[in-house]
């Protein structure tokens, strides 16, 4: 039922490249058959099982295939329409679907209509996740049992939704449209044509980053159309779960979300930080004409610049090459992209939820050295967060960092130098897209050796689903348990 749906969307992207009459409609039209063959395929095989209940190993498993086989079959369109190297092919589709915005191409703008368009859709579809959008979509597939939803949508949720599954995620799919249309209609009130605003609408409330036009947002030299993006990229990076409650008008909710509190704060400080630095070390050769314009060319490239990173989306402004800005603003990118958005976001990154939990957890630490008969529990949002959750984050912080010097590693023997192997590992890791060195905004990943592409192309999926889903498969007790 998955591969069929991407069917669908190969299908509405064929009809793009009809209107623009170009040369890719045979590709998407051959991708969108191969989807609609091997999904009905498996699932004509799929009706003679007898066993239909899930396991929770079975949901993991399905999961990851799920993005595996959707990469597989959305990397066709390039390979068919532009021989695109296997590994080239894969880490392009496999950066669009799980929203890095990571890219192989040094000539955006080349490229045609039709496959710009499918890049967008691609992380539309990932942006929400998979599973959310077949169980939205598709009301055969709402299972008795929530182990395939869960797989997906993991990190630490402090609020219970509604009890159905597919009726959350209709409505959650219903506010992600919403915001879609919302931002398409802005962006296109705007500098951008029809095209180009609904393609950078699917990229930015989906937090993936992935442009028409080479020069990414830069290319419109447009503070409306910046400030357009940060908006909708910061809401794009708050729980979804917040925006459930508001429909169903329970804005308490909402209001007193702690990681939006922690969110917001971070996002304010470090912003001024970066526009504070901006005086001593100017970010851009264009001469302002007076104080004025030279503060808000500061505020907005500094709140810019933290938003997509932070929010993982990984576009570029018009002073869109932060590597060019010196090493004092390598660092806080670099926590920025480690740090990442918010829990049941679009975003990616460590969360900010489990470092609320590490930073109060440390604190309380503390505290018990100086009054050890104190008993001491750790709330989050009012909430307390259980001994579970406490070890579930400070687990996954751990393996985040290993897999960063891993990466790290492996990129350096393939001859990167450090600074672009430590950069793009956090980057894909973080599903950012850019990163630094010769993997900056204003570079791609083409030159990295096939191997580091494939490991790159695993770290986008480690990350985007939260690393336990995916590496949970490599454990022999998960297969002991499959059997």
């Not at 702690?258 to 304010?268: P, Q, R």
């Amino acid at each position: 039922m998955l591969l069929m749906m991407e069917g669908l969307m190969l299908t509405i992207t064929f009809l793009v490249s009809l209107l623009y009459a170009e040369d890719d409609g045979l590709a998407f039209l051959t991708s969108a058959l191969m989807a609609f063959a091997v999904g009905s395929t498996l699932k004509s095989i799929g009706k003679k099982s007898t066993e239909k209940h899930l396991t929770r190993a079975d949901s993991f498993l399905v999961v990851t295939l799920s993005w595996v086989l959707f990469s597989i079959i959305g990397m066709m369109p390039f390979i068919l329409h532009l021989r695109m190297p296997l590994a080239d092919a894969f880490f392009e589709a496999m950066s669009g679907f799980t929203t890095t915005g990571a890219t192989i191409f040094a000539d955006i703008d080349g490229l045609s209509h039709g496959l710009r368009f499918w890049r967008s859709m691609m992380h539309w579809i990932g942006g929400l996740g998979i599973i959310v959008f077949s169980v939205a979509l598709i009301p055969v597939y709402e299972m008795k049992n929530s182990n395939v939803y869960s797989a997906e949508v993991t990190g630490l949720e402090l609020d219970k939704l509604k009890p159905k599954i597919g009726a959350t995620a209709r409505r959650t799919l219903s506010i992600y449209f919403l915001f879609t249309t919302i931002c398409a209609l802005l962006l296109w009130a705007g500098p951008m044509d029809l095209y180009d605003a609904i393609c950078h609408a699917m990229s930015t409330v989906a937090t993936g980053g992935f442009s028409t036009h080479t020069e990414s947002i830069g290319f419109f030299h447009s503070a409306y159309v910046e400030y357009v993006c940060v908006a909708f990229m910061l809401l794009s990076s708050l729980n979804y779960s917040l925006f459930y409650y508001l429909s169903i008008r329970r804005p308490q909710v909402f209001l007193r979300n702690e990681e939006m509190h922690a969110f917001f704060y971070t996002v304010g400080g470090i912003a001024l930080i970066f526009f504070l630095m901006f005086f001593k070390w100017p970010h851009t050769e264009i001469q302002a004409d007076s104080l004025l314009h030279t503060i808000s060319l500061n505020f907005r490239t500094a709140l810019f610049h933290v938003s997509s990173i932070i929010s993982s989306t990984g576009f570029a402004g018009e002073s869109f090459d932060y590597v060019k800005w010196g090493v004092p603003f390598w660092m806080p990118t670099l926590v920025l992209m480690a740090v990442g958005a918010c829990t049941g976001s679009t975003g990616g990154g460590i969360k900010m939820v489990r470092l609320l939990i590490c930073a109060k957890g440390a604190f309380n630490e503390f505290t018990k050295m100086l009054h050890p008969r104190a008993v001491l529990g750790i709330r989050i949002s009012g909430q307390v967060i259980s001994n579970d959750n406490v070890r579930r984050a400070l687990a996954f912080i751990f393996i985040y960092l290993i897999l960063v010097v891993i990466g790290t590693f492996v990129l350096t023997l393939l001859g990167n130098d450090t600074e672009t192997s430590l950069g793009s590992s956090i980057s894909m890791l973080s599903n950012i897209g850019p990163a630094m060195g010769t993997t900056g905004p204003a570079s791609n990943f083409a030159h990295i050796h096939d191997i580091g592409k494939w490991l790159m192309s695993s770290y986008m999926l480690v990350g985007r689903l939260e690393i336990f889903t995916v590496l949970l498969l490599f454990m022999p007790r998960f297969w002991k348990e499959y059997k």
